[in-house]
């Protein structure tokens, strides 16, 4: 149990995005606070089942931003899907990079941008997307060949609803309310 807790807790130290990136984005991706309606499950093994980044549910032509700061270094098809991949700036060797599909780009590979940054939008579905949100953004992170949750890119403030706050309502009379 000692030997798994240490290799265990070695490849997250490893795997984290580095400190340029420790203080989190302010930015989502697409919307203000979208669904997260399919969230990222490692696989086990390099080929082995998961889910290698998170689904966002947005509307079909939404703007994608970018995150962090960064140069575009893909733009193109993969697989019929259109991508954008964004090597983020001072994050070490490999880099990490995030990835938003299917987007078609609006900026070419060597753009520099900044977060919050329009980078592209949203393409039709194609299937990836599970049918509680027909219209989704795939949305990695990686560095190398290491996937990583993308929402560890996120300021924690914009992982968290806001709480609800219940408000007196003056002048209401109370004797008119019946439970049921």
């Given at each position: 149990?000692?030997?798994?807790l ?15 990136l420790?203080a ?9 606070h979208?669904?997260?309606v ?12 998961g ?14 931003r ?7 270094s ?14 983020l ?22 753009t ?14 194609t299937?990836?997307?599970p ?6 953004l ?5 560095r ?28 209401w ?7 049921w």
């Open positions: 149990m000692r030997k798994l240490c290799v265990t807790f070695t490849l997250l130290v490893c795997a984290l995005p580095d400190r340029a420790a989190g984005s302010r930015f989502w991706p697409v919307g203000d979208p669904a997260v399919r969230p990222w499950s490692p696989p086990a093994t390099p080929y082995g089942p889910h290698r980044g998170v689904d966002l549910s947005a509307p079909i032509g939404a703007p994608v970018a995150v962090a700061a960064g140069r575009v893909f733009t193109g098809e993969v697989a019929g899907r259109g991508v954008v991949s964004v090597e700036s001072g994050t070490g060797d490999p880099p990490v990079r995030t990835t938003y599909e299917p987007v078609t780009a609006t900026v070419e590979k060597g520099e941008v900044a977060p919050g940054n329009p980078i592209g939008v949203l393409q039709l579905p299937g990836h997307c049918p509680s949100s027909p219209s989704c795939h949305w990695g992170l990686l190398g060949d290491t996937y990583l949750d993308p929402l560890s890119l996120l300021d924690p403030s914009l992982l968290r609803r806001a709480p609800a706050r219940l408000l007196p309502v003056w002048g009379p109370l004797g008119n309310i019946r439970p």
